[in-house]
């Protein structure tokens, strides 16, 4: 086999063989295919697409080429949760302790922030301790004992991804949903669990900004779990707006925390709950989505799942204390209240403006190894469809830094739209895709 044929007939609209799938991804491993031939060979699946079987094969293909987990040591079926990334999407940190209070067992893989969206790990790590570099034995072994572990994923999870990742960035061929399909599962295949539960967002903040694009992605990603024998759920979600009210990484533990005490925003509350429901349904513990959101509520309410992700942090060498007394966790110098300029409603908080002024007040990364703040970062007070009087407090910038505050209160009052008359509010759950469907 040739890596330039296969190229040419992808590049021809052509059909790949699962062998010539395979050819070039483990030649991209192995690195006996240069990049500008997988570069090549992304912008050729960029414009000619794939076929179901053909992005099964790619994505099981990527899967192979480092280390899998076996988590078949745990007793219980393994269901993984994945967000394709937003802005103040603090999901994780509620729904994993609220599945695992039900008896399900997480072991969950999660990622850093990049650009304008966070990670699960920058997260945790701002708990004072929290380890988030487990080895794999005692990562299956805190799973086995107390039934939750959240850990960051190690490079040698489908190194495929991580190579092809990085050319893709580089060469425009992000925007592709059998690229990002392939991507995303090869990591949750590689991850070990038995079934999945997917976040798809679309909107202005989202990879995927029109709903079509991102019922077509939740669908080929529902699609390969099928044929991989995973169940898997995709919810597809709004990222019209930010989903929480806090961006930044202790402020988002902060506001995992509140959640977990039934006291959170309510928009992140209700997707927590279906992203919880849906996981206890795949695992067998609920027979029917009425009770399993029966179910999950009942743990907000009884604040078990606080007393999961407490147990989870002290498993993890973290200082659990922070989940009464979140002023344990870091605390930026500066507050810094930013006003309404004018009365009416708010019709939009565009995620990607309020994800960008977190990122450059410190709380993300512009580039992969930039180093982080984990105390800073925006809290929102008002939503789309809230009044507002000139002069109300539409967020709060926590900031380490006097000279960031004006650059950032300038992009957030560029991210609010504000309008006399009173706005349409847009859906949270647009969509449920199921293996059934596909
Ligand atoms: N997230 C991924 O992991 N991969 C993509 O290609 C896009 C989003
Ligand atoms: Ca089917």
Same mark, same amino acid.
């Given at each position: ?12 609209? /052509? ?268 695992? /067998? ?62 019709? /939009? ?90």
């Amino acid at each position: 086999m040739h890596a330039v044929d296969i190229i040419r007939k992808k590049r021809d609209g /052509g059909i790949l063989t699962a062998e010539e799938i395979q050819y070039m991804i483990e030649g991209a491993t192995a690195g006996s295919i240069p990049d500008y031939q997988i570069a090549a060979f992304c912008m050729a699946v960029y414009f000619q697409g794939m076929t179901s079987n053909e992005t099964t094969a790619l994505t099981l293909a990527m899967a192979q080429s480092g280390k899998t987990l076996d988590l078949s040591a745990i007793p219980g079926v393994k269901v993984d949760k994945h967000s394709t990334g937003g802005v103040a999407d603090t999901t994780t940190l509620v729904v994993a302790p609220l599945v695992a209070s039900l008896g399900v067992p997480v072991a969950k893989m999660s990622g850093r922030g990049l650009g304008h969206t966070g990670g699960t790990i920058d997260k945790l790590e701002s708990i004072p301790g929290f380890r988030v570099d487990l080895e794999s034995e005692e990562f299956i072994r805190q799973v086995t004992n107390l039934g939750i572990s959240i850990i960051g994923q190690t490079a040698q999870l489908a190194p495929a991804d991580g190579l092809i990742y990085a050319l893709r960035d580089v060469t425009a061929t992000v925007e592709s949903i059998p690229l990002i399909a392939s991507s995303i599962m090869s990591k949750k295949l590689a991850a070990g669990a038995d079934a999945f539960v997917l976040d798809v967002k679309t909107g202005k903040g989202a990879f995927m900004k029109t709903l079509d694009d991102a019922v077509e992605l939740a669908k080929t990603m529902v699609s390969i779990g099928a044929k991989s024998n995973r169940t898997t759920t995709a919810l597809v979600t709004d990222m019209n707006q930010p989903l929480g009210m806090a961006v930044g990484n202790a402020l988002e533990v902060r506001e995992a925390i509140l959640t977990l005490q039934n006291q959170g925003p309510k928009r992140l509350t209700a997707i927590c709950i279906a992203l919880a429901a849906e996981m206890i349904l795949l695992a /067998g513990v609920a027979d029917t989505q009425e009770e399993a959101r029966e179910q999950v509520e009942k743990q907000l309410q009884s604040g078990a799942g606080l007393r999961m992700l407490e147990k989870l942090i002290a498993a993890q060498g973290g200082d659990s204390k922070v989940v009464h007394d979140p002023t344990l966790l870091p605390q930026a110098k500066f507050t810094f209240a930013v006003k309404a300029p004018a009365d009416g409603y708010i019709h /939009g908080v565009d995620p990607m403006q309020i994800g960008v002024s977190a990122m450059r007040l410190g709380a993300g990364r512009e580039t992969k190894d930039s180093p982080i703040n984990l105390a800073v970062g925006i809290v929102l007070e008002r939503e789309i469809g809230n009044p507002v009087k000139q002069g109300d407090t539409l967020a709060v910038v926590h900031a380490d830094r006097e000279e960031h505050i004006s650059e950032a209160e300038r992009s957030i009052l560029a991210a609010f739209e504000i309008r006399p008359d009173k706005p349409e509010i847009p859906p949270l759950i647009y969509k449920r895709i199921t293996s059934d469907d596909v």
